[in-house]
């Protein structure tokens, strides 16, 4: 499996070819994420809006008004005016109830918490990033307040079913909140020992904390604790229950329609309102046949794009990646495996393609760089492209696991598969099409600072900063990331950059392994030590 690797070479030189000249990688769990994005962002680019109409009406009943729609769009204004023709319907037109239908609902509360719903919860809510949640998450788990982050499960067992009800009115001083337990003994949709794997959902320890401790948390670590407890919290909460209505307006034949509901009990609703979506409107109190007046209203409108994705819908966008796939059967197995990548991965794998920046995030929204538009388009129509791809190695190692295929078949036909794409990728390669001025532009965003040799942007490069013209101008500045054992931090290499040189720092190390403080310079491209730079203002120096 090793020799996958290979691509990234393989892209790189074949689009350097081309005249990109940057590093690209690739990887069966990172390619295809950004890929889905960036359909996502072809299809906002290709769209094309169409005009449509919109009939509503503002309707007077006896006990109150209400807002009443025509369910269908009308493509032109014509269309509108032929069918108030049609229904003799005026701009004040008397009607009737034609159709009241009353039924009484109630819903359970959310699932357990497993990382992927955590993730898209606070980045909803308060727009943290899954890399942020993992890191809160991670710290809380250390605190021993929330278990094991890295799960893909939102079921529990009855094992901590039990300790969690015997901690009820714990949690809930710990939350400030209080209710009357509706559910003390344990259900399918939260407790399933079946269903329980590595880890079991994200829930509160067995750790109450208390209020002062709870105060000492971090703004972002009291959020994700909170929304972990109360979640866990409502699956003992009484059911959410309400009416919803459904009516109809009859006006000469043409039907409006409008749908409201009315609380009854807000049961565990009452806990997690702060994040519940607006509520539908009510309505007032009417009758079968009973008559209205409506004020009729034509809404011209366009069709609209979708939305670019937001940094968190890319952790249920890589979990259901199998919707994406045509084959049925690889569909199921990549429900099996909840879509590509782990729990434990796919935050890193946004972060991945934020560093390599293929994607950029700006308010929360996610954008395909041309860096990344070029990859996809150097990808597309081959298994790179696809979660296809992690769905066949999954079913072949399955299959292995079971002593139906041999491992040896396995690695001929990874290799197999790279033979292929060294064989077609050139081909494929000479379609490609970019923008230089814009990878230019995202190159000079992305660099720390001015070559001191070229002029050029110095970029990250991993173990060190390295000049990002090196191909064009043969340049081979580069400025270390690592000087006499002191990893040099970015705002010192920027400084050192624009400034030339740096305060006094501190950390380095001798051979001799002796510490010293120096600051740093820059002469003719190259990092010297400066044993008489002053040291940064307000820093307090050891005597």
């Given amino acids: 499996m090793a020799r996958r690797h290979e691509c990234q070479p393989l892209y790189s030189l074949l689009l350097q070819e081309q005249g990109v000249h940057d590093t690209f990688s690739v990887g069966r769990v990172q390619t295809p994420t950004l890929y889905l994005i960036y359909l996502r962002q072809r299809e906002i680019e290709n769209f094309k809006p169409e005009p449509y109409f919109e009939i509503t009406a503002n309707v007077t009943a006896k006990n109150g008004t209400f807002k009443a729609k025509y369910k269908e769009r009308l493509k032109t204004k014509q269309e509108v005016l032929s069918l ?22 109630q819903l359970p509360s959310p699932v357990l918490h497993s990382l992927a719903t955590l993730q898209a919860t606070a980045n909803r809510r308060w727009k943290y990033s899954p890399s942020k949640v993992l890191n809160v998450m991670q710290s809380l788990y250390e605190k021993k307040l929330l278990s094991y982050p890295r799960t893909e499960s939102n079921h529990i067992t009855t094992a901590e079913f039990s300790y969690l009800k015997s901690k009820l009115s714990a949690y809930m001083n710990a939350v400030g909140v209080e209710f009357e337990p509706a559910f003390l003994q344990p259900r399918k949709r939260y407790v399933d020992n079946q269903k329980v794997q590595e880890h079991y959902a994200i829930i509160p320890t067995k750790t109450i904390p208390t209020e002062k401790r709870l105060a000492s948390l971090r703004t972002e670590e009291q959020n994700i604790y909170k929304e972990v407890v109360l979640t866990t919290l409502a699956m003992f909460a009484p059911l959410y229950k309400f009416e919803e209505t459904n009516v109809e307006v009859d006006l000469n034949g043409l039907r409006l329609h409008a749908k409201g509901k009315v609380d009854r009990e807000k049961g565990w609703k009452a806990l997690l309102s702060p994040r519940q979506k607006q509520e539908e409107p009510s309505l007032p109190a009417m009758e079968v046949d009973e008559r209205v007046d409506t004020v009729m209203k034509t809404v011209a409108d366009e069709t609209k794009p979708p939305s670019l994705y937001t940094e968190g819908q890319l952790i249920p966008l890589m979990k259901s990646a199998g919707k994406h796939v045509e084959d049925e059967e ?53 298994l790179l492209s696809k979660a296809d791809m992690t769905a066949e190695w999954e079913l072949f190692l399955r299959q292995i696991g079971k002593g139906e295929k041999e491992g040896t078949t396995f690695i001929a036909n990874i290799h197999q598969f790279i033979d292929q794409l060294i064989h077609h990728a050139p081909a494929s390669l000479k379609e490609v099409t970019f923008k230089k001025e814009l990878l230019m532009q995202e190159a000079k965003s992305e660099g720390i600072g001015l070559c001191p040799l070229c002029g050029s942007p110095v970029i990250n490069k991993g173990r060190v900063y390295g000049c990002s013209g090196y191909r064009e101008t043969k340049c081979k500045f580069v400025l270390p990331k690592t000087i006499a054992k002191k990893t040099l931090s970015e705002a010192s290499a920027k400084r050192l950059l624009t400034k030339g040189s740096t305060s006094q720092l501190r950390g380095f190390k001798s051979k001799a392994g002796k510490s010293f403080r120096a600051g740093l310079t820059l002469k003719e491209g190259k990092v010297e030590f400066n044993f008489d730079a002053k040291p940064m203002k307000n820093t307090k120096r050891k005597p």
């Fill in 330 to 382: 690889n569909t199921a197995i990549l429900d099996e495996v909840t879509g590509i990548g782990t729990g434990a991965t796919r935050a890193n794998i946004i972060e991945t393609l934020k560093s390599r920046t293929y994607i950029t995030v700006s308010k929360n929204q996610v954008n395909v760089t041309e860096k990344g538009k070029i990859l996809c388009q150097a990808v597309e129509g081959n």
């Fill in 84 to 105: 108030y023709e049609k229904h003799g319907i005026e701009r004040e037109t008397e009607g009737s109830i034609a159709v009241l239908n009353k039924k009484d609902k």
